[in-house]
């Protein structure tokens, strides 16, 4: 009985772990955390590197959705080459570039005002707040939909209002001319993303201290200078960091220009990713449409590091001034 139960012990002891694994040839077996984690990182393959690779690859070749055996062909960096040639797709980018400046700039501008404007009150804050969020949670599909209705040529809002007002004794073809659909797409993207601003910008009002503006103040600062001197440098971080967030969405704004003139008049309001999708979908010409989709990735990158590199400056006086 005493061998057998030394002979038992023997064989416990000489048992690894559950979970350090087993690595006794074919018995060797994953540590526990990595084995829950495994479903995970297999989803996580199957919906977003494979299709990233496979995209990837797709970019090489001449891939059209018309011929399926054409992704098995590698011609290199042929799609690439042309679109240093393609007028239509540096058009479309320098299109998007001026809608993101363009959107940026007013965005902050009206942003800064609502928050302000919102800090100043005394009653009612709280509400303020939630109707300031509240054109957020309209998805771009509706937002573009509603400004399509609004702009219309007959039945338009705006349209309505301007002859009801006296100001135009026409209709004005805001949504066929190529300058006054591209302020349409404009109002539509600035109306539902403001608030972005808006929010970061009052999260900075209200973790401001107060010691340096009374003390501007006290040294007799006007309120233009106190806000330019003190308050702004302040505010400049939470600035930047909405602006990074924002220039990624309009970078690959598409819904918008989608639904309220498709890319139109005349490709006029063609900007990246409508020129992208057409090209993709419409022409078939897959692999084209996927160069110049990682094209675009590498030019909201480039766009993501000049804001990155900015805010870190802001963040840096922003620690010596205060």
């Known amino acids: 009985m005493k061998f057998g139960a030394t002979t038992i012990e023997a064989r416990r002891s ?28 297999i989803v996580l393959a199957a919906v977003v590197v494979v299709p990233l690779l496979l ?15 054409s992704i098995w062909t590698f011609i290199g960096l042929r799609n690439y080459e042309r679109l240093f040639t393609d007028w239509d797709f540096w058009v479309a ?11 940026l700039n007013l965005e902050m501008v009206l942003g800064l005002g609502l928050a302000l404007l919102v800090e100043k009150a005394t009653r009612g804050q709280r509400i303020l707040r939630t109707i300031m969020m509240f054109p957020m949670m309209f998805s771009p599909v509706l937002v573009g939909f509603q400004f399509k209705f609004m702009f219309n040529d007959n039945v338009g809002l705006i349209n309505n209002a301007l002859q ?21 797409i404009l109002t539509a993207e600035v109306w539902s993303s403001t608030a972005v601003f808006a ?19 006290v040294d007799g600062c006007t309120p233009w200078q106190t ?5 702004w440098p302040y505010l ?8 990074t967030i924002r220039s990624l969405d309009i970078a690959r704004a598409y819904d918008i220009v989608k639904i309220m003139t498709d890319g139109g008049p005349a490709g006029r309001t063609e900007i990246l990713w409508t020129l992208i999708a057409r090209t993709g979908y419409s022409d078939a010409r897959m692999g084209l449409a996927n160069a110049m989709a990682y094209v675009a990735i590498l030019l909201s990158i480039v766009f993501t590091a000049i804001f990155f590199r900015q ?4 963040r840096a006086q922003v620690g010596a001034e205060w």
């Open 164 to 184: 009801s007002l006296g100001l135009t004794d026409q209709a004005i073809p805001w949504l066929i001319d190529g300058t006054l659909a591209f302020i349409a």
């Open 311 to 314: 805010l870190a400056k802001a």
């Open 236 to 243: 400049m971080p939470f600035a930047f960091i909405a602006m």
């Open 227 to 231: 806000f330019r001197y003190v308050t």
């Open 93 to 103: 980018f320098g299109r998007t570039v001026l809608l993101l400046t363009f959107a």
């Open 199 to 217: 929010i970061f910008i009052l999260a900075g009002l209200m973790a401001m201290p107060r010691e340096p503006v009374e003390a501007a103040r």
């Open 55 to 69: 995209s990837l690859w797709s970019s090489f070749t001449p891939f059209r959705l018309t011929r399926p055996d």
């Open 14 to 41: 000489s048992t690894p772990p559950l979970g350090e694994g087993r690595r006794f040839g074919w018995r060797w077996r994953l540590p526990a955390p990595l084995l829950l984690l495994l479903p995970a990182f």
